[in-house]
């Protein structure tokens, strides 16, 4: 069957962003990259993909661009609240048995789910002998998330969600509002390390307690998800907990029998002893 112009132009975008600047879209869902692409076309008023291919190579700045729409920035503070309430409810109880915890939370985007992660392990008394890592493709929005700000504009939703996670005193206590801005408390970030991470090719983040990795699978084709669930497999100690998104599972997973999904069915995980 013949192909058509624009999906090999696509094809050849991100094989040029790999060999050009090492970053491995490749395996992406062809879908997502596709429209993604094509707004970025219709901001530029370039003339097909061929174009922005050439833009892509000769100019960096571009390619930052291009790097922006295709991370996965759509998050809020504790996103689907049910699974964070499971995680309170059921996983943090189990963690609070062993000395020491480390947790990661790859594709963190702009920290909004691993600040919501910090005040859970806060309120449960884990916070101080936990260490978070939050990881993600891109660095611009990693720095966001260092800066911890959030918008003012959403602290009702977030709020909201908050109580609806199971939180025990307000929000705001856990925030510095001053100015018209919302900002996370210094004492919740002490503990976070922000670096940027692959998940397309770097090797095991080793020897988590738990992972979360919500919302992101799904902008992956399939053999792509199957390599990075193994690397969480990999990266989980026996008895450690992974946490998807709610669109996401193991069902297909080279590494499902190594899981004992948990009953709430919010899409935790425990890798088995």
Request: glycine share 6%.
């Amino acid at each position: 069957m013949e192909r058509s112009n624009q999906s090999i132009e696509v094809e050849l975008i991100t094989q040029a962003i790999y060999l050009k600047y090492g970053y491995d879209f490749r395996d992406y869902s062809r879908a997502a990259i596709q429209r993604r692409l094509l707004l970025r076309l219709e901001k530029e008023g370039l003339a097909n993909l061929s174009a922005l291919l050439h833009r892509l190579l000769y100019e960096p700045r571009f390619f930052a661009q291009i790097l922006g729409d295709f991370s996965i920035n759509v998050t809020e503070m504790f996103r689907d609240p049910a699974f964070y309430l499971s995680l309170k409810t059921k996983v943090l109880p189990e963690l609070g048995q062993r000395p020491q915890l480390k947790v990661w939370h790859a594709g963190c985007g702009s920290g909004e789910e691993v600040y919501s992660l910090a005040i859970l392990f806060k309120e449960a008394g884990l916070y101080d002998r936990t260490q978070f890592y939050a990881t993600d493709i891109n660095r611009t929005v990693l720095d966001k998330a260092r800066n911890g700000e959030i918008p003012i504009r959403e602290l009702k939703n977030y709020s909201a969600n908050y109580l609806r996670a199971g939180g025990e005193t307000s929000l705001t206590d856990h925030l510095l509002l001053q100015a018209g801005t919302a900002r996370i408390r210094p004492d919740l970030l002490a503990n976070i390390l922000f670096s940027d991470h692959n998940l397309a090719h770097d090797q095991v983040f080793g020897e988590m307690d738990l992972i979360l990795c919500r919302n992101v699978l799904i902008y992956f084709n399939q053999k792509l998800q199957n390599k990075v669930l193994q690397l969480f497999r990999d990266s989980l100690r026996p008895g450690g907990f992974l946490g998807l998104g709610m669109k996401e599972d193991l069902s297909f997973a080279d590494s499902r029998n190594d899981f004992t999904p948990l009953p709430d069915k919010v899409h935790l995980y425990q890798r088995k002893q």
